[in-house]
């Protein structure tokens, strides 16, 4: 299958994302600033719409140097995209669940040509 | 809105974010993907979805057969919405984990006219159902859960006779698919007993229920002349576990993960170990009983330790005739959630279970940590027969329910589908 262009980057909200469906493979795009990534919309739990859910900072622990908790505070820098069945989150830039990386998505090539999104399709 | 495609790229749509508002077939697409692998299953049962009462609390309210509590709950329902009577703290829901999972929410999405497709939730349980491919759904309630903490025991009462009455009048008559359980009581064993004598008959009143977050013993001997009834009618009684943050041990634990992880199978164990230690099995051999929404791995632990115990505290457990772990293999379980991390130890869980003919699949849907159908028939170790006893033929001996395809072929749906996107 060749590259498909999914719109234009400027339309891309930031973060932002969209997920299409290209004759039966549904794969979702994300923006973070300049980058752009696309994974299956397959969660590896149990193959939930991951890249339909919400996208949140991910939720990380403020722990002090001498060892107390300040509480959860959300990543100045990581985000998430969270399957919207169970809650499974993953980093939008390496697909990963932040507690066990072995729980990713599968990725998808993604490029930016004039302006312009592509994303390569695998064959089925 | 359409997006710019290449000419080979075939067809091409734009699937938006699931939210609160999503049409349930929208938001379980992919399970009716998935129906497509168990198709030819002769019968798929869950045994354990949800109402969310919230959205119908207005008319389950109308239904309470006592003047003063209609009038206190329409007049709260006036001031501040909201669910009155029911002994939750609202400030303290975080199952949706702060909207992450959006379903359990919900409903908020659209149906149609009910003067032609029936009752709001009734169509939002068909969609369920035909997305996920069942041919039943057991219903349970979820707020009502707590329902056993509430100091008011008339509360329980009325509001347990509201919601058989609304499901058995308002709600089944509308589709045979739809099954449920007369909520028992359960502090007020005379009421039970009414209940029990009311629903006896009713074919879609499948057993009952007694939600298990609350503080009374279950082998109180106020209780036996209740069993011996529920024995009789054939119907099984069921054991529904809940969160309840209040309890004190629970206090200590600082997140929802950890009371929820820990309190359902709380009450499942303690309700369990006294149903076993004070032979009750013995006493009324024909009872069904299913225990459930606990997950699977609280099975193993507590038989092996309460055989352990038994076998040298006999004196303390005279009922018993075999070990513990003898009559769990002989009660029913559901599914969900069920603990897939470790294959190796839920194989074992299953065999320790006699999981192919004693377990049931269910979802919970719509709450957040519901299991589609797929996660029995994806499950490696389990064989064919096994997959189809656990998805529909078990429920169908426990519940009397005939082994007759009531859903629609998966492809169908998925082509009905289509169409409603085109």
């Not at chain 1, 001498?66 to 990581?78: E, Y």
């Not at chain 2, 993907?33 to 609390?57: N, P, R, S």
């Not at chain 2, 002349?225 to 309890?247: C, N, Q, S, V």
Request: proline share 7%.
């Amino acid at each position: 299958m060749p590259d498909v262009s999914v719109g234009k980057a400027s339309d891309f909200a930031d973060p932002g994302r969209k997920v299409v469906d290209i004759s039966g493979t549904e794969i979702g795009v994300f923006r973070l600033g300049d980058d752009f990534f696309a994974y299956h919309n397959i969660c590896p739990h149990l193959d939930g719409p991951a890249c339909q859910g919400k996208i949140l900072p991910c939720a990380t622990e403020d722990v002090q140097p001498d060892g107390t908790s300040m509480g959860r505070v959300f990543s100045k820098t990581q985000m998430n995209i969270i399957c919207p069945w169970h809650g499974y989150e993953f980093d939008i830039r390496t697909g990963k669940h932040p507690t066990d990386g072995r729980a990713r998505l599968r990725p998808v090539n993604v490029s930016v040509r004039d302006g312009e999104v592509y994303v390569n399709v695998p064959a089925r | 809105m359409p997006l710019e495609t290449s000419p080979r790229a075939g067809n091409i749509r734009e699937l938006p974010e699931i939210t609160v508002a999503s049409d349930t077939r929208d938001y379980l697409a992919h399970a009716a993907k998935q129906a497509l692998k168990y198709d030819d299953y002769e019968l798929i049962v869950d045994m354990d979805a949800h109402l969310q009462e919230g959205g119908f609390w207005g008319e389950i309210i109308g239904l309470l057969e006592n003047d003063v509590l209609k009038q206190t709950a329409e007049e709260m329902m006036r001031g501040r919405g909201g669910m009155p009577l029911i002994n939750m703290q609202p400030g303290m829901s975080f199952q949706s984990m702060s909207g992450r999972v959006p379903h359990q929410s919900g409903p908020q999405e659209k149906t149609d006219d009910p003067a032609i497709s029936g009752h709001r939730f009734v169509q939002i349980v068909r969609r369920t159902m035909d997305a996920m491919g069942c041919d039943y759904q057991v219903i349970f309630p979820t707020s009502m859960l707590h329902l056993g903490m509430n100091p008011m025991e008339d509360i329980e009462i009325y509001l347990a006779r509201a919601y058989c009455r609304w499901l058995s009048e308002v709600i089944m008559p509308q589709d045979k698919r739809i099954i449920g359980l007369a909520y028992l009581p359960f502090n007020t064993p005379d009421e039970c007993e009414k209940l029990v004598k009311q629903y006896a008959d009713n074919p879609q009143i499948v057993g009952f229920t007694v939600c298990a977050v609350r503080h009374k013993p279950v082998h109180s001997n106020q209780y036996m002349r209740l069993y011996r009834m529920i024995e009789e009618t054939g119907k099984p009684l069921i054991f529904h576990a809940g969160p309840h943050w209040d309890d004190p041990s629970f206090s200590q634990l600082n997140r929802f993960i950890s009371m929820h992880a820990l309190s359902f199978v709380h009450y499942n164990l303690i309700h369990m170990t006294n149903w076993v230690i004070n032979a009750l099995p013995e006493r009324f051999p024909k009872l069904k009983t299913v225990w459930v929404e606990s997950g699977l791995a609280w099975i193993p632990f507590l038989m092996q330790r309460l055989d352990h115990e038994v076998m040298m505290r006999q004196n303390e457990a005279p009922g018993l005739k075999r070990l513990p772990s003898e009559y769990m293999k002989e009660m029913f379980y559901s599914s969900q959630p069920m603990e897939r991390n470790n294959l190796e130890l839920l194989q074992a869980t299953f065999k320790a279970i006699n999981a192919e003919t004693q377990l049931l699949y269910s979802s919970d849907w719509p709450h957040w940590d519901f299991d589609p159908p797929s996660s029995i028939t994806t499950l490696p170790f389990l064989g064919d027969q096994a997959k189809r006893n656990i998805l529909g033929l078990n429920a169908a001996k426990v519940f009397n329910l005939p082994v007759k395809r009531l859903r629609p072929r998966a492809a169908d749906f998925l082509a009905q589908e289509a169409e409603r996107h085109r």
